[in-house]
């Protein structure tokens, strides 16, 4: 809780006074960081409430977990319009719409699998039969990853082409990280499916706190941390934003998003040239 309220915070001041000039993904971190929070204090009530008067809120268990679907949801939206190129290059609405409604459709798997993570001694959701209830959430994960993964792909390919090198390698280094994420997420997952600290040792009840929430909340945590690195507002980002909308490029730089694909100068020069041709005859 403490690491989540300081980076919202940190990242907060990092926006703090750039509002024109901060493109969408910059305020997608500020919103995951809020529900971050939100979910742990969330989980701190749920199992002070539980520790003290030894039952199961379901109101907290449902804000809990809807809270840390909804944070991933987010994380996710946010790799997907991770983008520069306006219009038609960018992708169209329709792509967004269909991505959203993939994440609605994720979300349902994924809700169910925290459900039986919980439940999962009275329901003797053990072993095989725990990761036959992973097995919906970790495709669809998987499938969602992967249409992330070539959207910043296709964007990366239409920012070469307009030499926006730089912009190019932000992206690409989106791309590592999200990989990162999605192996963090499956080892984290299979800990959890096949618990080694579920026993009737004693000893390894210590240990089950980092194998059902610790190791997915440090994958998590790392990795948005990393996010942060990359995106954080920047005089660089915040100018190729300006440039986008339709600002010159100076000598020897590369046409910005946006700006015109032919030299206005050779036409002035050519329409100047049969101008004077035609006044000499």
Not at 122 to 137: V, W
Not at 219 to 248: H, K, N, S
Request: glycine share 10%; aromatic share 12%.
């Amino acid at each position: 809780l403490a690491i989540y309220i300081l980076i919202t915070a940190v990242w907060g001041f990092l926006l703090a006074g750039k509002s024109d000039s901060l493109i969408q993904i910059q305020w997608y971190f500020l919103v995951v960081g809020l529900i971050a929070v939100g979910e742990c204090l969330a989980w701190l009530l749920f199992y002070s409430s539980w520790n003290t008067g030894g039952g199961v809120n379901q109101i907290l268990l449902v804000t809990g977990t809807f809270l840390s679907t909804w944070k991933v949801l987010v994380l996710f939206r946010m790799a997907f319009s991770a983008r520069f190129t306006p219009g038609e290059k960018g992708g169209s609405l329709w792509d967004d719409e269909k991505f959203n409604v993939a994440l609605l459709i994720w979300s349902a798997p994924v809700f169910h699998l925290c459900f039986a993570y919980f439940y999962r001694a009275s329901m003797n959701f053990e072993g095989f039969n725990m990761f036959l209830n992973a097995l919906p959430a970790i495709a669809a994960t998987g499938g969602i990853m992967g249409w992330a993964m070539l959207r910043l792909s296709n964007e990366a390919t239409t920012l070469k082409e307009l030499s926006y090198d730089v912009h190019v390698r932000l992206l690409h280094k989106s791309q590592a990280i999200l990989a990162l994420a999605g192996a963090g997420a499956c080892i984290s997952t299979l800990v959890h499916v096949f618990d080694p600290t579920l026993g009737y040792e004693p000893k390894s009840w210590s240990g089950h706190a980092v194998a059902t929430d610790g190791l997915s909340q440090a994958v998590f945590a790392t990795t948005f941390i990393a996010a942060m690195c990359v995106w954080r507002p920047t005089e660089a980002l915040q100018v190729a934003e300006y440039q986008a909308q339709g600002d010159v490029a100076g000598p020897g730089e590369a046409e910005p998003i946006g700006a015109a694909i032919y030299n206005d100068d050779d036409d002035l020069e050519e329409h100047a040239t049969l101008g004077g041709a035609g006044g000499t005859e």
